[in-house]
């Protein structure tokens, strides 16, 4: 399969993915702020979201988001096969849980909390079945 097969497999998960991350982010980022006052720009969202222990449990939708960018970028038979695999790592991720993972935790506080997050992980979820 070449990579633009891939995209197209991959691609609108990625995206509705990606909508979700950013909009969990945006949410955090707000509940940080409240404690630990304003954050200047994007460039120090970011190095908190890698770095700060705040926003760990973030990490496992970051690394989900780039294992699906190396695969849309492989053109081997072995990135066809990790397709099936990371679309069910992502519809596990989106279940909002507030009894399953610490993501999955997370997600559910953030649903109930932001109209943003609920929409992205509602649109995300379909996407995924």
Do not use: C, K
Request: net charge negative.
């Amino acid at each position: 399969m070449t990579s633009s097969d891939l995209q197209l497999r991959l691609g609108p998960a990625r995206e509705a993915m990606l909508i979700l991350h950013r909009n969990l982010l945006d949410a955090e980022r707000i509940a940080y702020e409240r404690l630990h006052g304003r954050i200047p720009g994007s460039a120090d969202v970011l190095q908190l979201a890698i770095h700060d222990p705040w926003f760990a449990w973030l990490r496992p939708m970051t690394a989900l988001l780039v294992a699906m960018d190396e695969a849309m970028l492989e053109d081997s038979p072995e990135a066809d096969a990790t397709v099936p695999r990371l679309l069910d790592e992502a519809r596990t991720l989106v279940l909002a849980d507030e009894d399953g993972t610490d993501f999955q935790q997370r997600l559910f506080e953030f649903v109930q909390r932001s109209p943003d997050v609920a929409i992205a992980e509602v649109a995300a979820a379909r996407l995924l079945r």
